[in-house]
């Protein structure tokens, strides 16, 4: 059912479709893992495939099982994800630990996007990209995907980044790591559980071709100086969003448990992430489904467009 490739593991669906110019997205892991809560993480984990699939796409989303760096899971392997206590969460740098070790691990957005650009891939849904966390001048902490996402050609669609970090150094980072983000019928980069962040973008298209042909274009013009990814922000529609009020008031609250339970480390965002599922009574998690499988599908058509435009390339 599966074909061993060198150090990976390539779903033979996901091998026909790029052989065959079918649009593929990869996924990530980790939000089933780690992001979201159970038992709703596994049937949010197959609709997001499935809506890949109604978009005429194949899904690929990113695990390690047993060790073996796998694109494209059986819906066994999504269970194992999703059900699990004994994985665990893998950045690129934990990547060959996990093999070494035969662990099964959730790959971030970092860690999916180094595999599927191994697998020539060339286009990943998720719901928030990681990045510059309150207060980082003290813990130093940034998350990986930003680096990752300056080494690795790869066309992100995400709503934001959760306002749990903080947001204007994020986006100073993008600019410093020559990632550019393009905002999806937007001038504003989008809060993830809301529409706007409150921090405006530079630049805005409206139509997955255009986006397919700035991100071609990017790859062309940046290369070989830099072979950065493209951050595509989708934001939730305002009608919705989570309230804005209480989305302020579980964001200080999850802020000050963190902070008094001295959380530190990759712990960090899944902490502040399960406090929200739980404070908000199942809002946050509505509004999570929506944004990720809006981004399912306009990742979907962005990789149906580049296909257009550079077909097999
Ligand atoms: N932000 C979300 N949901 C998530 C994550 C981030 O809104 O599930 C996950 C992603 O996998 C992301 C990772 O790559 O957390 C970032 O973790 P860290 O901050 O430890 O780098
Ligand atoms: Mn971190």
Redesign the pocket.
């Known amino acids: 059912m599966t074909v061993d490739g060198v150090g990976l593991r390539i779903h033979p669906e996901v091998i026909e479709a790029l052989e065959s110019d079918t649009p593929v997205v990869a996924l990530?892991s980790?939000?089933i893992s780690?992001?979201l809560p159970r038992p709703d993480n596994l049937r949010v984990a197959r609709e997001i495939e499935q809506t890949v699939r109604d978009h005429g796409g194949v899904p690929a989303t990113i695990a390690v099982i047993e060790g073996k760096p796998c694109v494209g899971l059986s819906d066994e392997e999504l269970r194992l994800i999703a059900e699990s206590d004994d994985v665990v969460k893998l950045?690129v740098r934990d990547l060959g630990v996990a093999a070494a070790k035969g662990l099964h691990g959730a790959t971030?957005?970092?860690a999916t996007a180094s595999l599927a650009a191994q697998a020539d891939i060339d286009v990943f849904a998720?719901?928030?990209?990681?990045g510059v966390h309150r207060h980082a001048r003290d813990s130093w902490d940034e998350?990986?995907?930003l680096t990752a996402l300056s080494r690795i050609p790869m066309a992100v669609v995400c709503a934001g980044v959760?306002s749990i970090l903080d947001v204007p150094a994020t986006l100073e980072r993008l600019e410093t790591l020559n990632v550019p983000v393009f905002g999806y019928r937007t001038t504003q980069f989008p809060g993830?559980y809301l529409a706007d962040s409150g921090h405006a973008l530079e630049w805005s298209f409206d139509f997955a071709e255009e986006i397919a042909d700035a991100v071609l274009q990017h790859w062309q013009l940046a290369w070989p100086a830099v072979s950065s990814g493209v951050l595509i922000a989708n934001p939730i529609p305002v009608e919705d969003q989570l309230d804005p009020v209480l989305h302020d008031r579980i964001l200080n609250e999850a802020l000050a448990a963190a902070d008094k339970e001295g959380i530190a480390g990759?712990d960090?965002?899944p902490f502040l992430?399960e406090f929200f599922h739980r404070e908000t009574g199942g809002e946050s998690l509505r509004a999570n489904v929506l944004l990720v499988k809006r981004n399912a599908e306009l990742a979907t058509r962005i990789a149906a467009e580049i296909i257009d435009a550079a077909p097999n390339q």
């Not at 998720?126 to 990681?130: A, D, F």
């Open positions: 990530e980790t939000i780690h992001g950045g971030t957005v970092a998720t719901g928030g990209l990681g998350s990986a995907d959760k993830f990759k960090v965002t992430l």
